[in-house]
């Protein structure tokens, strides 16, 4: 269930009464914070923001505190980054200064620091390091990856045809194809769509990734402690956690029976012939929760980021039919009606690449990032940022600046054409952030853009079961994710 706002302010009033028993932490951090607004002990700035949408609000203090301010969630101090320039400045020019994973209570506590997304120090560098070199060798960026996401792309053609031009709500079908392409990477194999357990596990993520986008998503980050205590989704989230876990673990263990050490499968073959080599090292990384965690961290980060930008982009072309038919054309001259797209076919396919790009930029899936902190005491734009501090990189605000697109609140192709029609990269595009914590699955998402997004225009119109005019783009939330609001469409064969 959703906070009201009456909930929200009942729950502020509330934690703001137990002043008369404890004293407020205040502002005292070591340091020279940048300033913002002033936040009232224990529950911070929760009144100058909307729990709804976080984002939103995180933009408007910027009108008043600039590119770089502090604002406080609950008593900690997040110093948030607004704008394609100050962000760049502290992942990129400073990512090592800016490395470090911040603050996310409602993953923290399942994760505990483990796996890669939420490791810190020398656990998160050797981690990462395994897990890239891994992911190459089993075909991240090649031809072999390349043909089982062309694979799973058919499936959806199959499963789309079976709809006989039926209105469909495909939320469930493309996270089962996308999610397939990361299982056949981590666990060796795909599932069957219709297998149960695969369609329990997927609806688990689903809903997941919108408790973690709610309102109680974000006051669960601001106050674990005490919502630990209330009546809100908590438990079915940490529930849906437990049973991910399990399940994960139920694959180490088949993994464990069946390793053979001269030809390892997949990943998770490759994580446990690791463990093996460093069984000795009482200071090893590679141990059994590490690998539960990371795939974890794989499986969920792999599913439901890369398949909400695909609904998301689904419904955009819904949204813009011109452009839907001038992809269609681009895609026909250049593929024609009956071949699988392929990855070369991307350099020839201009205005179809600037569409997916633009469709990234513009859904901004995860607007906020996830938090970063500063490895040691930061110099930054003329304050001094203690070491540990929470950081906010506003995504959000790198593809809405107004300095680096016209009309960033416009969808535009053109944001990644020249005046030539030509494809060009832009400094300012950070879907998948940037700097030393930018996503580690960024080929494996781009490679599935585009592959499942012109397998599918190539082979059906899109067609929305409302006028285009009235399809709203706006998310249904704005926190953690941008989720699209649900619809359906008709997938007619061409």
Known sequence: MEFSAVTVALLAICLSCLLLFRKGKGQGTGGRLPPGPRPLPIVGNLF?????????????????????????????????????????????????DFGGRGDFPALFRFTQGDGIVFANGEKWKVLRRFALQTLRHLGMGRRSLEERIQAEAQCVVEELAKTKVEPIDATSLISRAVSNTICSIIFGDRFDYEDQKFLALVGLMIDNFHLLSSCWGQMYNVFPRFMSYLPAPQKRYFKNLEKLRLFILDMVKVHQETLDPSFPRDFMDCFLLEMQQEKEDPLTYFHVNSLVMTTHNLFFAGTETTSTALRYGILILLKYPEMQAKVYKEILRVVGPHRSPSLEDRVHLPYTDAVIHEILRFADVVPMGLPHAVTRDAHFHGYVIPKGTNILPLLYSVHKDIAQFQNPETFDPSNFLDEDGVFRRHDAFAPFSAGKRACLGQALARMEMFLFLTTLVQRFALQPVVPPEEIDLSPLTSNVGNIPRPYEFRAVPR
Do not use: H, I, W
Not at 62 to 73: A, D, H
Not at 79 to 92: D, F, M, S
């Open 48 to 96: 100058q923001l909307d729990p709804k949408n976080m984002v939103k609000s995180l933009l408007a203090l910027r009108e008043r505190y600039g590119s770089v301010y502090t604002v406080y969630l609950g008593s900690q101090p997040f110093v948030v980054l607004c704008g394609y320039q100050a962000v760049k400045e502290a992942l990129v020019d400073r990512g090592e």
